[in-house]
């Protein structure tokens, strides 16, 4: 009987997935720091684990924390990135989702924001953007699938805090990411 499991071993099929570590950014709450298995890719510029950080109460969608991230009014704004377990190939399209909102008051970065979501092969140095959202001005979580293609290999992820599509002037606002789903192959007709 040995024998016949050993070999229907080669013929299981992975599970094809590529999993963030700490997809739901669970931490200690506070302020200025990332979450575990996360980095931030702006010197001096880092999340914030929700609720707690800035006496701020927002709830996460999933788990127990959820991290926040602010663009300002000077053009810098925050991300979080993370080495990814598996490199995304260049030409191929690979799919996951994540919740976000928008908390209402956020110590005075209260506007809404989008998230982009950039593609590198360097730590902290984004070269590929991959996905925007469209602008996040709802305060409930919703839940977005975003399909990736880099042109080229792809080791990294990072998501970033952006401005509403068109603005001329930088502003103070937010965003809120909670519970990412792996990374799939796409599925395509």
């Not at 603005?167 to 606002?173: A, D, L, N, R, S």
Request: proline residues 8%; aromatic residues 12%.
């Amino acid at each position: 009987m040995l024998k016949y499991l050993l070999l229907l071993i080669p013929f299981v099929q992975p599970a094809n997935k590529i999993h963030f570590r700490n997809p739901s950014f669970e931490d200690a709450p506070g302020s200025g720091k990332s979450p575990k298995g996360w980095y931030s890719g702006y010197q001096g510029s880092t999340p914030d684990i929700m609720p707690g950080a800035w006496e701020i109460q927002f709830l996460p969608q999933e788990g127990q924390t959820c991290v926040g991230l602010i663009t300002r009014e000077d053009g810098t704004r925050e991300d979080i990135s993370q080495a990814l377990a598996e490199p995304l190939q260049a030409g191929a399209c690979y799919s996951f989702t994540i919740y976000l909102a928008h908390a209402p008051k956020y110590v005075g970065y209260n506007k809404p924001t989008r998230l982009r979501i950039w593609g590198a092969t360097e730590k902290g140095k984004p070269t590929q953007l991959l996905a925007s959202s469209p602008l996040i001005d709802h305060t409930e979580w919703r839940q977005y699938k975003f399909e990736l293609s880099p042109k080229s290999m792809v080791t990294q992820l990072v998501f970033e805090a952006y401005y509403a599509p068109g603005v001329v002037f930088k502003y103070k606002g937010n965003l809120m990411l909670d519970n990412c789903s792996p990374l799939e192959k796409c599925i395509r007709a």
